[in-house]
């Protein structure tokens, strides 16, 4: 098979810890992607067209910032995360029902808009300002379990 290699595009999910700051932060945030997809609805007919991710962020930029209090970075996932919905609905031949978001979930950037310290186990994500530990799995804890005889 020749060709050329293609880099591989993961995407990592885990679970951490919750707390007042982080829990405010993703129900910001879900409300802003809503708000924003129908946004997208009411005023960009056709996401392909040139320059629509500059005519977003100039429109939304300072609305997701301001009055759903996201973070610089975050709010460009925001809109970036709604952009992506769209098009998938806009792009579907036979469309369906409009797009809602009903699973909390944050789209981040590494290094923008979290950090990750593999060998604390912790993630700190952007003006959180705090640190979180991974939730672990009961399956991996057994190995540990075992080891200290318990």
């Known amino acids: 098979m020749a060709g050329r290699v293609k880099a591989i595009r993961a995407t990592v999910s885990m ?4 707390s007042e700051p982080l829990l405010a932060l993703v129900n910001n945030y879900v ?17 392909e067209e040139k320059g629509v991710l500059g005519k977003v962020h100039e429109e939304l ?7 759903y209090d996201l973070p610089s970075k975050v709010a460009e996932d925001c ?16 469309r369906g029902r409009f797009p809602r978001v009903y699973k909390p979930s944050v789209w981040l950037t590494p290094k923008a808009s979290y950090n ?15 640190n979180y530990h ?8 057994l190995h540990e379990l075992e080891d200290e005889g318990g």
Not at 15 to 18: E, Q
Not at 61 to 66: A, P
Not at 79 to 94: E, H, I, M, Q, S
Not at 116 to 126: E, H, P
């Open 79 to 94: 809109y970036r995360d709604a952009l992506a919905t769209y098009k998938g609905w806009y792009n579907n031949p036979r």
């Open 134 to 141: 991974w939730v672990i799995p009961e399956t991996s804890r």
């Open 15 to 18: 679970k951490i810890a919750l």
């Open 116 to 130: 990750v310290d593999l060998d604390n186990m912790t993630v700190r994500i952007a003006s959180v300002g705090e």
């Open 61 to 67: 930029y300072t609305k997701l910032r301001e009055e």
């Open 31 to 47: 409300k802003a992607i809503c708000f924003t997809i129908f946004w997208l609805k009411e005023n960009v007919p056709n996401p």
